[in-house]
Nanobody, 123 residues
């Protein structure tokens, strides 16, 4: 069992940046592939980015070049650096842990979820 807690969300103007953190406890983070997802009201949870246990990264097309996912296993923390934010990036952002070695972009493959952190981008 692993527990995940996101932080770092907030209100930012369009074009600004935020760094989200996801702190894990319970088991070594190195055992998991980690993903970031987001959800807006009335929509399904959307894949944002993922990082494998070995550090390979994956991004949704609309986030490539703007978002960067990284991990610090020693600190049991995963980060999502978000630059050039747009109003359409407004959402609740969740981190998730996946026990499979094959990184998935589908939420259903993730075993553990954080509570989410709100990101609001004003125009």
């Amino acid at each position: 069992q692993v527990q995940l807690v996101e932080s770092g969300g907030g209100l930012v103007q369009a074009g600004g940046s935020l760094r989200l953190s996801c702190a894990a406890s319970g088991r070594p983070l190195s055992r998991y592939s980690m993903g970031w997802f987001r959800r807006t009201p009335g929509k399904e949870r959307e894949f944002v980015a993922a990082i494998s246990w070995s550090g390979d990264t994956y991004y949704a097309d609309s986030m490539k070049g703007r978002f960067t996912v990284s991990r610090d296993n020693a600190k049991s923390t995963v980060y999502l650096h978000m630059n050039s934010l747009k109003p359409e990036d407004t959402a609740v952002y969740y981190c998730a842990a996946q026990t499979s070695l094959v990184v998935s972009t589908a939420p259903s493959y993730y075993n553990y979820w954080g509570q989410g952190t709100q990101v609001t981008v004003s125009s």
